[in-house]
Antibody
Framework: QVQLQESGPGLVQPSETLSLTCTVS????????WNWIRQPPGKGLEWIGY???????NYNPSLKSRVSISGDTSKNQISLNLSSVTAADTAVYYC??????????????WGPGILVTVSS | EIVLTQSPATLSLSPGDAATLSCRAS??????IAWYQQKPGQAPRLLIY???KRATGIPDRFSGSGSGTDFSLTISSLEPEDFAVYYC?????????FGPGTKVENK
């Protein structure tokens, strides 16, 4: 069963860039969409965007001007960069696989998440 | 943008009770609805997709129904591990959007 693990700084300064990495193990990145979804403390889920294994991307229009997602199939890693962060970007960030085999188009595998706090 | 409304916000039940959770879309999403379960401190887990299909490994006490704008998740007999927050999600409209969630709490 595929496993996802997010990593990166737990604290980011306001106006700086939030950078996270997701490492995929027990599986390949090929033929899947790889998403980032976030959840502010005590609140609901917000889709950030995805990268396809071949490199195509798509982002939430509400974040598009600040977000960049990339993938490296040789390292089995997905990266998230979110620029000009504010306290509103404080959230648990999840790396999520979008299934294209069985539950096509749905988020079937999630990392445990990483809490990122934006504060000086 | 399609808006998802979930009701009730909180459901207070006991183990062994049946639970019915509702998800309503502001316009038709056909059958493109999924349900996720989230326990405290954990990531969400896919339960139901395409409105009524159980994801791999999900017990058959969980079932989904509906089409168009009205959907339901039913838990036939609550187990202690089922007390959690449940989210619906649509992928008909862009971007993918989650509902606000229903908390099923132990009475």
């Amino acid at each position: 069963q595929v496993q996802l693990q997010e990593s990166g700084p737990g604290l980011v300064q306001p106006s700086e860039t939030l950078s996270l990495t997701c490492t995929v193990s027990n599986g390949s990145m090929n033929n899947y969409y790889w998403n980032w979804i976030r959840q502010p403390p005590g609140k609901g889920l917000e889709w950030i965007g995805y990268v396809f294994y071949s490199g195509g991307t798509n982002y939430n229009p509400s974040l598009k001007s600040r977000v960049s997602i990339s993938g490296d199939t040789s390292k089995n890693q997905i990266s998230l960069n979110l620029s000009s962060v504010t306290a509103a970007d404080t959230a648990v960030y999840y790396c999520v696989r979008e299934d294209l085999m069985v539950a096509t188009g749905w988020f079937d595998s999630w990392g445990p998440g990483i809490l990122v706090t934006v504060s000086s | 943008e399609i808006v998802l409304t979930q009701s009730p916000a909180t459901l207070s039940l006991s183990p062994g009770d049946a639970a019915t959770l509702s998800c309503r879309a502001s316009q038709s999403v056909y059958n493109y609805i999924a349900w996720y379960q989230q326990k405290p401190g954990q990531a969400p887990r896919l339960l139901i997709y395409d409105a009524s299909k159980r994801a791999t490994g999900i017990p058959d006490r969980f079932s989904g129904s509906g089409s168009g704008t009205d959907f339901s998740l039913t838990i036939s007999s609550l187990e202690p591990e089922d007390f959690a927050v449940y989210y619906c999600q649509q992928r008909t409209d862009w971007p993918p959007l989650f509902g606000p969630g229903t908390k099923v709490e132990n009475k």
